[in-house]
């Protein structure tokens, strides 16, 4: 960066240039090579062997919503890495979950969380819940030509709306395609089993702690029919990531208060290795 | 063929100085001093739109005086140079030291080119550190000096004699409605000797980096209720629900 700079070691002039209160923007404008979807790629090669990350889950309930993710990463038919993380906070109110390139997507995630921030440090105010989503896409957008190679990144967005007083779900596709869940939403590679489980066990009238349940159920079917999703590690202690995001905030629930979770999940699972039946009528 | 005048350098740049202290001395001040958990920044400012304190980075703000078009853009600048480090590096590696010294090279490039006039600005850049021995305070003037400030610091109109003032009466481990008192104290004196005006919430910004929040941003601003309070001498008002995280160990994490 510092190369950027003139020689005189003063402010180039587009750092004082008014206008945008885009992170993004400036970049693009500044060192466009930063950009991660700006890397040309070799036109005809083979797809990459690279770490995937794969399923996120989420689920509304009253006062918020919750994002979740397992922690496996892939890379073929090789265990990557069992203690990935793929969900993180965007900023106070909302979270960002990955599936896909996990190099990829943990840079995309970091600049999503920097542009968030500089906007809100430029303009004083926080964007509304739908410019954070617009500005998701507008990042999967640029990442099109990667994605185009095999290297996709399609995440998760979920949110509490200070505006409608409720937590909100966004899902994405590989194109930027945004739209919005009700109830509940998977994506990555375990994310049809993880539907289909989310479907028989969602509730409108879920809490908190009963709705992290419901997802930890899920990605213990997701990861019971997928190789790629890791179920509760209990040799290791590694469990999925549970965040919860209210209107207090963003927070992400302990080791401990997710592992007592899984346990009890698991607990039942011994007696019924399919999980909870529901009703046939 | 007419022979341009002759202006010594010395008189261009004495010239150019006397315009920018002229424009400064027409603003209100910014006070700046470190109280025992961080620094604490009060201006005297009626806007609740154009701040004159400012937020630059987790750990680093920003204050100034004068024409206000110039420093929102130095401002933006440091805000975007503080980014774009901190995203090249990591967030460890954005210090206020860096940045001082580009806006120092900035405002001192534009200060002596003849194409351009100096700025009307003067501005500080503080950083809280982990420890109260680590906070660091730098003046900046229009002709990009830097001036390693420590304890407390005033610039704007007045910034002499509110100087002064603070220095006889600030020391180290004042609590922050012992600050806020002092600061407030310095702003509202008359320098001529008259009876000191009263300020009350509505016409002062105020914001502090606290190093006791466990938010990896630890600039804050203080409004309201909460900055009534804390006028009054309230102590309790200066901790809220921030000092402690939602949960035991739900620090965000991942960044």
Same mark, same amino acid.
């Given at each position: 960066?510092?190369?950027?700079?003139?020689?005189?070691g003063?402010?180039?002039?587009?750092?004082?240039?008014?206008?945008?209160?885009?992170?993004?923007?400036?970049?693009?404008?500044?060192?466009?090579?930063?950009?991660?979807?700006?890397?040309?790629?070799?036109?005809?090669?083979?797809?990459?062997?690279?770490?995937?990350?794969?399923?996120?889950?989420?689920?509304?309930?009253?006062g918020?919503?919750?994002?979740?993710?397992?922690?496996?990463?892939?890379?073929?038919?090789?265990?990557?890495?069992?203690?990935?993380?793929?969900?993180f906070?965007?900023?106070?109110?909302?979270a960002?979950?990955?599936?896909?390139?996990?190099?990829?997507?943990?840079?995309?995630?970091?600049?999503?969380?920097?542009?968030?921030e500089?906007?809100?440090?430029?303009?004083?105010?926080?964007?509304?819940?739908?410019?954070?989503?617009?500005?998701?896409?507008?990042?999967?957008?640029?990442?099109?030509?990667?994605?185009?190679?095999?290297l996709?990144?399609?995440?998760?967005?979920?949110?509490?709306?200070?505006?409608?007083?409720?937590?909100?779900?966004?899902?994405?596709?590989?194109?930027?395609?945004?739209?919005?869940?009700?109830?509940?939403?998977?994506?990555?590679?375990?994310?049809?089993?993880?539907?289909?489980s989310?479907?028989?066990?969602?509730?409108?009238?879920?809490?908190?702690?009963?709705?992290?349940?419901?997802?930890?159920?899920?990605?213990?079917?997701?990861?019971?029919?997928?190789?790629?999703?890791?179920g509760?590690?209990?040799?290791?202690?590694?469990?999925?990531?549970?965040?919860?995001?209210?209107?207090?905030?963003?927070?992400?629930?302990?080791?401990?208060?997710?592992?007592?979770?899984?346990?009890?999940?698991?607990?039942?699972?011994?007696?019924?290795?399919d999980g909870?039946?529901?009703?046939?009528? | 063929?007419?022979?341009?005048?002759?202006?010594?350098?010395?008189?261009?740049?004495?010239?150019?100085?006397?315009?920018?202290r002229?424009?400064?001395?027409?603003?209100?001040?910014?006070?700046?001093?470190?109280?025992?958990?961080?620094?604490?920044?009060?201006?005297?400012?009626?806007? /609740?739109?154009?701040?004159?304190?400012?937020?630059? %980075? =987790? #750990?680093?703000?920003f204050? $100034?005086? !004068?024409?206000? &078009?110039?420093?929102?853009?130095?401002?933006?600048g440091?805000? /975007?140079?503080?980014?774009?480090?901190?995203?090249? %590096? =990591? #967030?460890?590696?954005?210090? $206020?030291? !860096?940045?001082? &010294?580009?806006?120092?090279?900035?405002?001192?490039?534009?200060?002596?080119?003849?194409?351009?006039?100096?700025y009307?600005?003067?501005?500080?850049?503080?950083?809280?550190?982990?420890n109260?021995?680590?906070?660091?305070?730098?003046?900046?003037?229009?002709?990009?000096?830097?001036?390693?400030?420590?304890?407390?610091?005033?610039?704007?109109?007045?910034?002499?004699?509110?100087?002064?003032?603070?220095?006889?009466?600030?020391?180290?481990?004042?609590?922050?409605?012992?600050?806020?008192?002092?600061?407030?104290?310095?702003?509202?004196?008359?320098?001529?000797?008259?009876?000191?005006?009263?300020?009350?919430?509505?016409?002062l910004?105020?914001?502090?980096?606290d190093?006791?929040?466990?938010?990896?941003?630890?600039?804050?601003?203080?409004?309201?209720?909460?900055?009534?309070?804390?006028?009054?001498?309230?102590?309790?008002?200066?901790?809220?629900?921030?000092?402690?995280?939602?949960?035991?160990?739900?620090?965000p994490?991942?960044?």
């Amino acid at each position: 960066m510092e190369a950027s700079f003139s020689g005189t070691g003063r402010l180039p002039a587009a750092f004082l240039t008014p206008g945008s209160s885009s992170f993004l923007d400036f970049l693009a404008a500044h060192q466009p090579e930063l950009l991660p979807g700006r890397r040309n790629l070799p036109a005809g090669v083979q797809p990459l062997e690279a770490p995937h990350g794969t399923t996120i889950v989420a689920a509304t309930f009253d006062g918020g919503v919750l994002l979740a993710g397992d922690r496996r990463a892939t890379m073929g038919n090789i265990i990557a890495q069992r203690d990935i993380e793929k969900v993180f906070p965007a900023d106070e109110y909302s979270a960002v979950g990955i599936a896909g390139t996990a190099g990829l997507a943990v840079e995309m995630v970091r600049l999503f969380q920097l542009e968030l921030e500089h906007y809100e440090k430029i303009e004083g105010t926080s964007l509304s819940l739908e410019g954070k989503a617009n500005r998701l896409t507008t990042m999967i957008r640029g990442n099109l030509g990667m994605a185009m190679q095999g290297l996709a990144v399609v995440p998760m967005f979920a949110g509490y709306d200070l505006e409608l007083g409720r937590g909100r779900i966004f899902t994405y596709d590989v194109t930027g395609g945004r739209s919005e869940e009700t109830g509940f939403a998977a994506t990555g590679s375990g994310s049809l089993f993880a539907k289909g489980s989310l479907k028989k066990l969602y509730r409108s009238d879920l809490t908190a702690e009963s709705a992290a349940t419901v997802v930890i159920q899920a990605l213990y079917d997701a990861a019971d029919d997928d190789s790629a999703t890791g179920g509760p590690d209990l040799t290791r202690r590694i469990f999925p990531i549970v965040s919860v995001i209210t209107e207090e905030g963003f927070r992400r629930l302990g080791d401990a208060e997710v592992g007592e979770l899984a346990e009890a999940v698991l607990g039942h699972r011994l007696e019924q290795p399919d999980g909870p039946q529901a009703p046939m009528l | 063929m007419s022979t341009p005048f002759y202006v010594s350098p010395q008189q261009a740049m004495a010239d150019r100085a006397e315009y920018a202290r002229k424009g400064i001395a027409r603003g209100r001040s910014v006070v700046v001093l470190t109280y025992a958990d961080g620094i604490v920044f009060v201006a005297e400012n009626t806007s /609740r739109a154009l701040h004159k304190v400012s937020e630059i %980075y =987790d #750990r680093i703000a920003f204050a $100034a005086v !004068g024409r206000y &078009n110039e420093f929102e853009n130095l401002r933006i600048g440091g805000v /975007r140079y503080a980014d774009l480090r901190g995203y090249s %590096y =990591d #967030r460890a590696d954005v210090n $206020a030291r !860096g940045l001082a &010294n580009v806006y120092a090279q900035t405002l001192g490039t534009i200060f002596s080119s003849t194409g351009e006039k100096p700025y009307e600005v003067e501005l500080i850049v503080a950083e809280v550190g982990k420890n109260p021995g680590d906070d660091q305070i730098y003046r900046l003037t229009p002709d990009g000096s830097v001036v390693d400030e420590h304890g407390s610091v005033a610039v704007g109109g007045n910034a002499e004699s509110i100087a002064n003032y603070l220095d006889q009466r600030h020391e180290e481990g004042l609590t922050l409605p012992e600050a806020l008192k002092l600061a407030v104290d310095s702003l509202a004196r008359d320098p001529n000797g008259g009876t000191a005006r009263t300020m009350t919430p509505d016409q002062l910004e105020v914001a502090v980096l606290d190093r006791g929040r466990w938010q990896q941003r630890k600039f804050k601003r203080l409004l309201g209720t909460q900055l009534a309070r804390l006028l009054e001498g309230d102590a309790s008002a200066a901790t809220d629900d921030d000092a402690t995280p939602p949960a035991a160990d739900g620090a965000p994490e991942g960044e």
